[in-house]
């Protein structure tokens, strides 16, 4: 009696769970992170050649988003490995020079996606490290 007590309990709590799940996905509530693979650039001018590294991951709101971005990586990294050797060392060095830079990032990816795929889906775009040398 116990045991089919506790399995009728687990079952509606399963089914609660699962339906909580759609309701959500349903809502718009679906968040994926995308971690592209990190980045080398030279950039700056001058005698003295300088690098930057960085790790960055790109928000997506639906399943069709991380399907796109998936897509268009290839060029994706492309135009953000230009934009990054593009920098001087004034553009990169303060938090808040990297937090512009990241918006360009965004906004560069979110028109190439629009140019192919009609569609922004790019959310958001984080710097998850970041090194200049």
Do not use: W
């Not at 988003?65 to 060029?75: C, D, T």
């Amino acid at each position: 009696m116990l045991k089919k007590l506790i399995a009728g309990m687990l079952l509606v709590m399963f089914a609660s769970l699962a339906q909580a799940a759609e309701d959500g996905a349903e809502a718009g509530e679906y968040v994926n992170y995308i971690e592209l693979k990190p980045f080398v650039a030279n950039f700056g001018t001058g005698p003295k050649l300088r690098f930057v590294k960085c790790e960055i991951t790109i928000q997506v709101t639906s399943e069709a988003a991380h399907h796109a971005v998936n897509k268009h990586m290839p060029h994706i990294r492309n135009d953000l490995v230009f934009l990054l050797s593009g920098q001087s060392v004034e553009s990169m060095k303060t938090i808040e020079a990297q937090r512009t830079l990241a918006t360009k990032a965004l906004k560069q990816a979110q028109n190439l996606l629009l140019q192919e795929e009609g569609e922004a889906f790019v959310s958001d775009l984080f710097f998850t490290s970041f090194v200049m040398q």
